[in-house]
């Protein structure tokens, strides 16, 4: 089975700090991991995917994460957060081959100036 | 071309209304999806297309009915929906089923309400 935990629902960043949203996933496969991002009314957008090559994967906007296999972790991190980062972040797990994405249950990014 | 066209943005309809979701994409993808989205929660699978062929089928009510008249199209049938299905409803393309070769694209939603 594969899923995947988001550990905090709500981070609070000040505008110009770094920005860490924490994902623990676990699969019995080698996984396929990935960061969307969702603005308010808007669809969901790839900010980065790691798909067992380099385990520190650059995504667009400035962000990266990096696959731990020892921790079972991929945190998404940013050095200096921006006001147009505050969105929803779900981290996502895909096994080989499979037609379905599961996402983790989101983190709220507040930016405040 | 990387967008996904989702239309309409928003729908309000009663319960024994018939109405209809509609996405198109033209970046040449063969496999489509379906995903609900309640308020502050992840978005759920529904229905997957791998070449116009329905592929999966997340158990969901009859009330909605899919189809992929080609592979740019893919609409969402709605009747005798209930209030609790009001939700966004994503609509996403990638090149081919098998989500993990490459990104899935998303539509920006269908906001359906049910009264």
């Known amino acids: 089975a594969q899923s995947v935990t988001q550990l905090d629902s709500h981070v609070s960043v000040s505008e110009g700090t770094p920005v860490l949203l924490r994902c623990n996933y676990s699969?019995?496969?080698?996984?396929?991991l990935f960061w969307y991002v969702q603005h308010p009314n808007k669809g969901l957008q790839l900010l980065l995917k790691?798909?067992?090559?380099?385990?520190l994967v650059k995504g667009i906007n400035g962000f990266e994460a990096e696959f731990k296999k020892s921790e079972t972790s991929f945190h998404l991190t940013k050095p200096s957060a921006h006001m147009s980062d505050a969105a929803e972040y779900f981290c996502v797990v895909s096994l080989t081959g499979a037609n379905n994405l599961f996402f983790g249950t989101g983190t709220r990014l507040t930016v405040i100036p | 071309d990387t967008e996904v066209t989702q239309t309409p943005k928003h729908l309000v309809m009663g319960m024994t209304n018939k109405k209809s979701l509609k996405c198109e994409q033209h970046m040449g993808h063969r496999a489509m999806y379906w995903y609900k989205q309640k308020a502050k929660k992840p978005p759920e699978l529904m229905f997957v297309?791998?070449?116009?062929?329905?592929?999966i089928n997340e158990s969901v009510p009859s009330r909605f009915s899919p189809e992929c008249p080609n592979s740019s199209l893919l609409n969402l049938h709605l009747h005798a929906l209930q209030p609790e299905d009001s939700a966004l409803y994503l609509c996403?393309?990638?090149?081919?089923?098998?989500?993990?070769?490459?990104?899935?694209?998303f539509g920006e939603g269908s906001r359906l309400t049910v009264l």
């Open positions: 996403a393309s990638s090149q081919v089923a098998g989500t993990n070769t490459g990104e899935l694209f």
């Open positions: 297309y791998s070449y116009e062929k329905l592929s």
């Open positions: 790691y798909t067992s090559a380099a385990t």
């Open positions: 699969s019995s496969y080698s996984p396929s």
